[in-house]
């Protein structure tokens, strides 16, 4: 029913920028919402943003705000989440998830995930 994909994590130094890539394919693929979370190993997960389908709205975590960018690409089914000045707190595992509706920078029950991709934050 739906695939997710992520790509773009690596090794980076601190104040580089970043784009992770989440491919989205599937059957359900134009009717849902994705949304990045990232997870600290140890932490909990937490979202970073959501991007709506029904009108493209965005958000994000009030301190992602400012360096973080969550855009869609609907002809390459494609939603990338864009860092700038990455910083040694940047370092997760960063999955994208979807499901119908974004709930502020997190999804309303998140169903489907991809299965992550590490950043790590040099300083």
């Known amino acids: 029913q739906l695939q997710l994909v992520e790509s773009g994590g690596g090794l980076v130094q601190a104040g580089e920028s970043l784009t992770l890539s989440c491919e989205v394919s599937g059957s359900l693929s134009e009717y849902v919402s994705i949304a990045w979370y990232r997870q600290v190993p140890g932490k909990e997960r937490e979202g970073v943003s959501c991007i709506s389908n029904s009108d493209g709205s965005t958000y994000y975590q009030d301190p992602m705000k400012a360096r973080f960018t969550i855009s869609r690409d609907r002809a390459k089914s494609r939603v990338t989440l864009r860092i700038v000045e990455v910083q040694p707190e940047d370092s997760a595992d960063y999955y994208c998830?979807?499901?119908?509706?974004?709930?502020?920078?997190?999804?309303?029950?998140?169903?489907?995930w991809g299965q992550g991709t590490q950043v790590t934050v040099s300083s």
């Open positions: 998830a979807a499901a119908k509706y974004c709930s502020g920078y997190e999804l309303l029950a998140a169903r489907y």
